[in-house]
């Protein structure tokens, strides 16, 4: 059983590695310590992208950029890993990735009735190459009413894949190699 529950750590261990982490620019708020964001525990990362001045979050403010990829030119990278809140302002944490020519790389929208001060992770497949600086754009027409205390579009971490270290889809690879290992120890439970 020992080895059964060391070679799931081991599958699950192996697709959750990441190439690397972003860096956030200085546009980046830090989240207010005063506030829940969904139980954030106040001592890891956590930035706003809308970022408060003096009780209000201004225009200026309302996008954060962030450092993704290898300065040296020669990976590609295939995907971004994006660990957000999903707070009580609703829709209004709603955001867009914009790459360095202001496409659209990805978004997330929250569905109307979802729960509010929820931690997501979002994937998204994305295709460059070398050192890039990406945005993210909250989309909400307007501030939330509580932006100017706690900011606006919460998140704790952004990573990015390069296509050698990437893995699809941790529930349909992991799930099958956790099964086939399943299967194995019983096959071999039943053979002793």
């Known amino acids: 059983m020992k080895k059964l529950i060391l070679s799931i750590l081991v599958i699950i261990a192996a697709t959750t590695v990441f190439a690397g982490s972003a860096t956030f620019n200085s546009d980046w708020g830090d989240c207010n310590p005063a506030g829940n964001y969904g139980g954030w525990d106040k001592e890891s990362a956590c930035y706003v992208a809308w970022d408060p001045v003096d009780?209000?979050?201004?225009?200026?403010?309302?996008?954060?950029?962030?450092?993704?990829?290898?300065p040296s030119g020669d990976t590609d990278y295939v995907?971004?890993?994006?660990?957000?809140?999903?707070?009580i302002a609703g829709t209004a944490d709603n955001f867009e990735i914009l790459d360095e020519?202001?496409?659209?790389?990805?978004?997330y929208t929250a569905d109307e009735g979802s729960n509010p001060e929820t931690w997501y992770t979002l994937f998204c497949d994305v295709s460059f190459s070398?050192?890039?600086?990406?945005?993210?754009?909250p989309t909400a027409d307007s501030p939330w009413n509580?932006?100017?205390?706690?900011?606006?579009?919460?998140?704790?971490?952004?990573e990015f894949n390069d296509e050698d270290n990437y893995v699809p889809e941790f529930s349909v690879l992991s799930a099958a190699a956790v099964l086939g290992v399943i299967g194995l120890f019983v096959f071999f439970k039943r053979k002793e």
């Open 55 to 70: 009780g209000a979050c201004p225009e200026s403010t309302r996008d954060a950029t962030f450092v993704v990829g290898d």
């Open 79 to 87: 995907q971004i890993v994006i660990e957000h809140l999903d707070g």
């Open 101 to 107: 020519n202001d496409n659209v790389v990805c978004a």
């Open 130 to 137: 070398g050192e890039q600086t990406w945005t993210l754009h």
């Open 146 to 158: 509580q932006c100017g205390t706690y900011g606006q579009v919460a998140i704790t971490s952004i």
